[in-house]
């Protein structure tokens, strides 16, 4: 019988430390499908943060390297420097990546450094407690805002697709989700797209991929793709935003 579908060789045998119903583990699968796919394997440089995103250290079989909390663009660009024939990304969530680590994205971005960012956007701070991010929803309740997001204290939420594509130098930036077979599938095709661009030595590329937080939301793994389609994607639209 032939084999048709199997276990990415990127990705080692530990179970994933995930939640149950946690889109992470589906975000790491499709990385992992197209490291092999693209036979990166061996020069991969996966630059890790603070954040659920961490527990990828115990998920990839690739080298990698864990920063400080939203420090991963730094790290990512002097490994990128100092040995610029290996192949850099990193993996980064919203509390993480739009909120600690806002000042280390952008001026990456801004500089045009040739390595690829995996954004998670699942609205909310996971690991440490459920606090609210920079992407959780207006009205969405969190353990620092328990009436629920408000402009007026806390402001709108930050739609960093977007802000990346407004710079100059970076090629790519979209946002994508994984909560249908066909998204997946869109999402697997960006982050492959956003892995040539850095082969190609053209610079920066941002794929923000729409997620899940069963525990924190207080959901179901599957009330939690009905939240997904009916209001994150209403303020976090998806779409190519700079493909240059």
């Known amino acids: 019988m032939e084999k048709i579908y199997g276990k990415p060789k990127s990705i080692n045998d530990t179970p994933f430390g995930y939640c ?10 499709i990385v992992a499908q197209v490291i092999d796919e693209m036979d990166l394997r061996e020069k991969a440089v996966c630059v ?3 954040g659920c995103g961490t527990l990828g250290c115990f998920t990839w079989d690739l080298d990698m390297v864990c920063s400080a909390h939203g420090r991963a663009p730094a790290v990512a660009t002097g490994v990128k420097r100092s040995h610029p024939a290996s192949f850099v990304f990193t993996y980064q969530g919203d509390g993480d990546l739009a909120s600690i680590g806002l000042s280390e994205i952008m001026c990456a971005a801004n500089r045009g450094e040739n390595f690829s960012t995996i954004f998670v956007n699942n609205s909310i701070y996971g690991m440490t407690g459920g606090q609210m991010a ?3 929803l207006v009205g969405m309740k969190a353990t ?10 806390e402001g709108y939420p930050m739609h960093m697709a977007e802000l990346i594509a407004q710079l100059k130098r970076p090629v790519f930036s979209g946002r994508f989700a994984v909560n249908t077979p066909a998204n997946i599938t869109k999402a697997k095709g960006a982050v492959k797209k956003a892995f040539q661009n850095q082969l190609d030595g053209k610079g920066f590329s941002m794929v923000e991929i729409l997620s899940n937080c069963p525990t924190n939301w207080g959901l179901s793994p ?4 009905d939240f997904i ?9 998806l779409g190519v935003f700079k493909d240059i």
Do not use: D, Y
């Not at 149950?20 to 699968?29: D, R």
């Open 20 to 29: 149950p119903g946690c889109m992470h583990a589906t975000i790491s699968k």
């Open 48 to 50: 890790l943060p603070v």
């Open 134 to 136: 920079p992407t959780t």
């Open 144 to 153: 620092t805002c328990p009436n629920g997001r408000s402009p007026e204290t």
């Open 222 to 225: 599957l009330k939690t793709l």
């Open 229 to 237: 389609r009916e209001q994150t994607m209403e303020e976090f639209p």
